[in-house]
């Protein structure tokens, strides 16, 4: 009985580990965004080059996806996908981009950009007019 407890829990870790290795593919809202963001000290950081602030609650991703406190990122710069919040214009979530990520163009940098051009969902693509 130990043994084919022992043989499974073995089995498992050959089988879980390959699959926590691959990098899990991000899907981003029609409404993200793409810019830099300086953090300097939460809620007041830099988008773009102008002041702007973290909305109460916003919910900020690492390049793992997990949620990050602002005050790990205060004093970098990042490239980010980022939503805004429709009544306050707060940054409600933002998401560290991956290299891979960084390297899909072209992304909407404003918000008349995103309304002119077409977003793929399924290959998480943009394409110009």
Same mark, same amino acid.
């Given at each position: 009985?130990?043994?084919?407890? +022992? &043989?499974? *829990? /073995? !089995?498992?870790? $050959?089988? /879980? @580990?390959?699959?926590?290795?691959?990098?899990? +593919?991000?899907?981003?809202? !029609?409404?993200?965004?793409?810019? $830099? %963001?300086?953090?300097?000290?939460?809620?007041? @950081? =830099?988008?773009?080059? /102008?002041?702007? !602030?973290?909305?109460?609650?916003?919910?900020?991703?690492?390049?793992?996806?997990?949620? @990050? &406190?602002?005050?790990?990122?205060?004093?970098? #710069?990042?490239?980010?996908?980022?939503?805004? =919040?429709?009544?306050?214009?707060?940054?409600? =979530? &933002?998401? %560290?981009?991956? =290299?891979?990520?960084? +390297? $899909?163009?072209?992304?909407?940098?404003? @918000?008349?950009?995103?309304? +002119?051009?077409?977003?793929?969902?399924?290959?998480? *693509?943009?394409? #110009?007019?």
């Amino acid at each position: 009985m130990d043994r084919c407890r +022992a &043989l499974f *829990t /073995a !089995l498992m870790i $050959v089988i /879980a @580990v390959p699959a926590c290795a691959q990098e899990l +593919a991000r899907e981003f809202p !029609l409404t993200a965004l793409r810019g $830099v %963001v300086s953090f300097s000290g939460p809620p007041a @950081v =830099e988008l773009n080059g /102008a002041p702007a !602030l973290l909305a109460p609650g916003a919910r900020l991703h690492g390049t793992d996806n997990l949620l @990050v &406190l602002p005050t790990t990122l205060t004093g970098s #710069k990042r490239t980010v996908h980022y939503t805004i =919040e429709d009544t306050t214009g707060m940054i409600k =979530e &933002l998401w %560290v981009l991956r =290299e891979s990520e960084r +390297a $899909v163009k072209p992304w909407p940098k404003t @918000v008349e950009e995103r309304q +002119a051009w077409n977003f793929n969902s399924a290959t998480q *693509t943009w394409t #110009k007019p």
